[in-house]
T-cell receptor, first 112, second 116 residues
Framework: TQLLEQSPQFLSIQEGENLTVYCNSS?????LQWYRQEPGEGPVLLVT?????EVKKLKRLTFQFGDARKDSSLHITAAQPGDTGLYLC????????????FGKGTKLSVKP | KAGVTQTPRYLIKTRGQQVTLSCSPI?????VSWYQQTPGQGLQFLFE???????NKGNFPGRFSGRQFSNSRSEMNVSTLELGDSALYLC???????????????FGQGTRLTVV
């Protein structure tokens, strides 16, 4: 059973379109992180959200943490080909189970 | 500040052999975690080391082991390799132990292991 469900699994859009990626769980996380990974490279941290209801913006990327700290979303406005990559959400359970739990990722392709 | 360094980048091994992968964390970071990434399962947690002690372990067989040295560098060992061990092995460093609940992982580029 996947603890963190990410959707959609694949997304292919045209440059200039908007998109949203979802990350859902039945578990409560002490924090949630979003990463972007390019082929042959390790994931690169984009943002960390820690407070329920928190919204963080990073240029054209908007990240939201659910009020109950069980879900999160990533919204990209006016996508560009440079946004292409694998987007991963990762939740930190904290306590004695402290390790990052990753979703399986959303593979985004933005065509010019 | 130098990032997380993993060596080697690529490795081809034969079934039954053993392999050792190395990870040098960001200077000052004391936590090192290891992950296995495959297309089917995504990123799966192997173990975390902090101050030379294994603090947490994922659901992998005993063939997977690791250690951390006093300078925080870490090694991961896989014995009796199986075809299914082919994967990208990622190391992540963090300034704090993950059981604290408020830390972040910084990943290396990974070691691509192919078992033939």
């Amino acid at each position: 059973t996947q603890l963190l469900e990410q959707s959609p699994q694949f997304l292919s859009i045209q440059e200039g379109e908007n998109l949203t990626v979802y990350c859902n769980s039945s578990s409560v996380f002490s924090s949630l992180q979003w990463y972007r990974q390019e082929p042959g490279e390790g994931p690169v941290l984009l943002v960390t959200v820690v407070t329920g209801g928190e919204v963080k913006k990073l240029k054209r990327l908007t990240f939201q943490f659910g009020d109950a700290r069980k879900d999160s979303s990533l919204h990209i406005t006016a996508a560009q080909p440079g946004d292409t990559g694998l987007y991963l959400c990762a939740g930190l359970l904290g306590g004695s189970q402290g390790n990052l739990i990753f979703g399986k990722g959303t593979k985004l392709s933005v065509k010019p | 500040k130098a990032g997380v360094t993993q060596t080697p980048r690529y490795l081809i091994k034969t079934r039954g052999q053993q392999v050792t992968l190395s990870c040098s964390p960001i200077s000052g970071h004391r936590s090192v975690s290891w992950y296995q990434q495959t297309p089917g399962q995504g990123l799966q947690f192997l173990f975390e080391y902090f101050s030379e002690t294994q603090r947490n372990k994922g659901n992998f067989p005993g063939r997977f082991s690791g250690r951390q040295f006093s300078n925080s560098r870490s090694e991961m060992n896989v014995s009796t390799l199986e075809l299914g061990d082919s994967a990208l092995y990622l190391c992540a460093s963090s300034p704090f132990q993950f059981t604290g609940g408020r830390t972040e992982a910084f990943f290396g580029q990974g070691t691509r292991l192919t078992v033939v």
